[in-house]
């Protein structure tokens, strides 16, 4: 069975509007692939690199969490992150997390002139909301260019962003609507994904 590794960033976690959309996309995807799922605010350990981390990792100690992360990450077949959009990207958990587990001849390795990816996905898939009507692209959404970004670092291919935006200035009957087609629209991407 093909593997899918799913990173969820969704601090508010049972009262985020993202995981309302993630979650029924991952469980139609769970009928077709096995399911990594990484829930960063429950981890211990997913903090940002300090000096003595750095250290650590020159002398190949990386923690055992990060090793497992950046293997299964490496050996997907497809990547699905949720994460809603905060100051103008992510939480600062998906970033401390995507820090610890960029790992040379992991996830990445160099050719003595430039740096190559190892990772094998295809297709990674981004699902986040946004409470100001901020679409993708937008100079101010800078969660989508720093995932491009390391995707081209870590080989990895195809991003496809699925955002809900404007959702602190609806009423909750359009904040509903808006979940509801992103829904609709992650099941139909799922079923060829």
Known sequence: ????????????????????????????????????????????????????????RGRGEIPAWALRAARDIAAADRILIAAPFWDMSFPAVLKAFFEQVSLFDVTFTDTGSTCRGLCKAPKVLYITTRGMDIQTGDPREQATPYLSALGSLWNLGELTTIAACNMDYLPEEAVGAKISACIHRGLELAENW
């Open 1 to 56: 069975m093909n593997k899918l590794v799913v990173i969820n960033a969704c601090v508010r976690q049972a009262d985020s509007r993202t995981l309302r959309i993630a979650e029924p996309v991952i469980a139609a995807l769970g009928e077709r692939y096995e399911i990594t799922r990484y829930d960063l605010p429950e981890m211990e350990g997913v903090v940002p690199l300090t000096p003595a981390l750095f250290a650590g």
